[in-house]
């Protein structure tokens, strides 16, 4: 299958640790998303990339949030000294501009459970 | 900023009923997108709309786009119990690549 993977599907950690995920994206694809998604709510933009350049952050990105797209393949989150409010699902996407349509294709997502 | 409302949040349908889930944006957009979530899944993409008065159709499942009216539907035809899921519409802010989402319409089409 060649669809978007992440890793890992599940972590629980506690309050203060620093946790790391990794996205890798349909293998074509140059655009690549970060969303986070709370119970009952739709998915938020985080970051986005164009090939290896990390062209929009959003404000709910904070600076305890950082995220990387060596070589434009895969990428990662990582979240320093991590909050209860931090508990979501975390969402990657990518895509690959065709004409006009720019759909996001997701992954299953790592679900964050913070002590 | 960009805002996407969605309505109704909740819809419980008989099946073989029809029924329309509503989704409102409040600037401009060129693009706007339907997706569905299952419990626990990830996003399926189900229509990308491009254009005033776009429509696009896949099995029971109809999306349209009103740009003037800043308005999308997604009509769903005499419903099936498969078609239980959470509906999403998202657009992008003027012409940038982020997606705004809605909050989702949960449906749940009973016997």
């Known amino acids: 299958d060649t669809g978007v993977s992440q890793d890992p599907r599940h972590k629980i950690t506690k309050r203060g640790q620093n946790v790391t995920f990794r996205c890798d994206p349909i293998?074509?694809?140059?655009?690549l998303y970060w969303y986070r998604q709370t119970l009952g709510q739709g998915p938020e933009f985080l970051t986005y990339?164009?090939?290896?350049?990390?062209?929009?952050k959003s404000r709910l990105l904070s600076d305890r949030f950082s995220a990387e797209r060596p070589k434009g393949s895969f990428s990662t989150l990582e979240i320093q000294r991590t909050e209860q409010g931090d508990s979501a699902m975390y969402l990657c996407?990518?895509?690959?501009?065709?004409?006009?349509?720019?759909?996001?294709?997701f992954g299953p997502g790592t679900r964050l459970t913070v002590l | 900023e960009l805002k996407v409302e969605q309505n109704p949040l909740f819809l419980s349908m008989q099946e073989g009923k029809n029924y329309t889930i509503y989704c409102n944006y409040s600037?401009?957009?060129?693009?706007l997108y339907w997706y569905r979530q299952d419990p626990g899944k990830s996003l399926e993409s189900l229509f990308v709309l491009l254009s005033n008065g776009a429509v696009k159709q896949e099995g029971r499942l109809m999306a349209s786009l009103d740009t003037k009216a800043r308005l999308s539907t997604l009509h769903i035809t005499a419903a099936v119990h498969d078609l239980s899921a959470t509906y999403f519409c998202a657009a992008h802010e003027g012409s940038g690549y982020a997606l705004n989402f809605g909050k989702g319409t949960s449906l749940l089409v009973t016997p």
């Open positions: 990339f164009q090939n290896e350049a990390q062209l929009e």
């Open positions: 293998s074509e694809h140059n655009r």
């Open positions: 996407a990518s895509s690959l501009v065709a004409g006009l349509t720019d759909t996001q294709y």
């Open positions: 600037t401009t957009s060129d693009r």
